[in-house]
């Protein structure tokens, strides 16, 4: 059953082809088989799967068509999540069991989902790649388990990649939906600033991250992203589409600006990298959308990679201030400490100044007068374990940024983003594109997006587990 799309199961399920407890059974049993080697899964609830499971096959016998009733899901472990526990990757919060549902989580379970688990995710967030004291093992790639399957969406893109998912809840802070896409070979959606809600409240006046989906395909990203895109009212950011992400419409001609370089001193993007943008790039043009190579707007200096390191701290900082107990502080992670201390030494000047540093960034790449950038997602291939962290806490934040250069400035500017598959090297990794839209035109983006992948931008290639 896993070898369908999310679309086809959810059509079978309508047809009493299967019932909502058998496709449940089946990803439980799959997760109980993989989950160890691949770290998808924080916390998995079967009983309460099969529960709701059991719910839902009696509504879908009642005719009860609601959009994604019956069919199995796991949520991101730092959205709350009412009576499932939800850890925000911290040991210090591992015994947390929220009263109720984020705003976006709710939207998906009222929408019929039916909660398998909480997926993997480091600790609040704050990495590109997925470890933490709550789980024993980091989430890895099934295309090479002994490399990241990046983060802070980690554990949601290993999890529908290796088929213990259908398709999955996620967020994206500085690339965390587009990036664990990438080294997982799936679509990854990052929404504009506002067609999503966050499920947690905003730490920051300046706010980057957005939900989304990570799904297989187009269609069953936009089926996600459907039911996630109805704002609260109170969000002043809030807006909707004219349109439904599941009636995308081919695009007009678009003009698409391209550039690989990454805009970091001492940092070139790996030969497959380069390559996955070149393939992308005639694909389009033999579309019949205009390519234009352009130079990347804004280099990475140092006054904005330091603009970067106050914005982590002082997120951190305030994370921390307000979630995590005194008595606990100890369990945090290293880099978290780290990231808490520069934080605890920051100013109100520093972190306007930071904000304003990096508006003046983003502002760069908005200007670019095109439809759509096309660029990679990540500078190279999936990194094997313990590469962010082999110069200590210090270097983290710059091994990141060198590998995940290519994301950040869509968050802070707002606009919405895609990461599409590409192909598979010759040792069998993954690379992916990145495709960013002008702000509020989502609809346009993924249609793009449905368009390549109707032309074969990618093959429907899976890793190794996957027919297991």
């Not at 299967?18 to 089946?26: A, G, K």
């Not at 996600?224 to 001609?253: C, I, T, Y």
């Not at 380069?274 to 200096?301: F, K, M, N, S």
């Amino acid at each position: 059953m896993h070898e369908l799309s999310a679309t086809a199961q959810l059509a079978a399920l309508q047809a009493g082809e299967f019932s909502s407890r058998e496709l449940t059974t089946h990803y439980l049993e799959r997760i109980a088989k993989y989950d160890a080697m691949l770290g998808a899964f924080v916390t998995v609830v079967p009983e309460l799967a099969l529960d709701e499971a059991r719910r839902a096959d009696k509504r879908l016998a009642d005719g009860d068509r609601a959009p994604l009733l019956g069919l199995p899901l796991g949520i991101k472990d730092l959205f709350n999540t009412a009576g499932v526990r939800t850890t925000f990757g911290s040991a210090a919060l591992a015994e947390t069991v929220p009263a109720a549902d984020g705003w976006a989580t709710g939207l998906l379970r009222q929408a019929g989902a039916v909660l398998v688990g909480k997926t993997n995710t480091p600790e609040f967030g704050a990495t590109c790649y997925t470890e933490n004291s709550v789980t024993a093992q980091p989430s890895v790639t099934p295309y090479d388990v002994t490399r990241y399957a990046s983060g802070s969406s980690g554990g949601a893109a290993a999890a529908v990649a290796a088929g213990l998912l259908p398709v999955a809840h996620a967020s994206d802070g500085a690339g965390s939906i587009r990036t664990p896409a990438t080294t997982c070979y799936l679509v990854g959606v990052k929404p504009s600033l506002g067609l999503v809600t966050a499920s947690v409240p905003p730490s920051s006046f300046f706010p980057t991250a957005i939900e989304g989906p990570l799904a297989r395909n187009v269609a069953d990203a936009a089926l996600l992203l459907d039911v996630m895109a109805h704002p609260w009212k109170g969000d002043l950011n809030g807006w909707r589409p004219e349109g439904s992400f599941a009636d995308l419409q081919p695009p007009k001609r678009l003009k698409i600006a391209v550039w690989t370089e990454t805009g970091m001193d001492g940092i070139t993007p790996h030969p497959e990298t380069i390559r996955a943008v070149e393939r992308t790039a005639i694909l389009l043009q033999q579309l019949g959308h205009e390519i234009q190579e352009v130079p990347i707007p804004a280099r990475w200096d140092d006054t904005i990679r330091r603009a970067m390191r106050t914005h982590f701290g002082y997120l951190i900082d305030l994370v921390v201030d307000q979630v995590v107990p005194d008595q606990r502080a100890a369990q945090l992670t290293p880099y978290i400490k780290y990231l808490n201390e520069i934080g605890a030494e920051l100013s109100g000047a520093d972190v306007l100044t930071a904000q304003a540093i990096q508006v003046r960034f983003a502002s760069a790449f908005a200007a670019t007068e095109a439809d759509v950038v096309l660029t990679p997602v990540t500078s190279g291939p999936p990194v094997p374990l313990g590469h962010f962290e082999s110069t200590g806490v210090e270097g983290i934040i710059d091994r990141m940024l060198e590998w995940s250069v290519y994301t950040p400035w869509a968050n802070l500017s707002g606009q919405p983003a895609v990461a599409l598959p590409s192909h598979l090297d010759q040792d069998g990794l993954p690379y992916g594109v990145q495709l960013v839209g002008r702000p509020r035109h989502d609809l346009e983006l993924l249609a793009l997006a449905a368009q390549l992948e109707a032309a074969a931008l990618w093959d429907d290639v899976h890793p190794p587990c996957w027919s297991q």
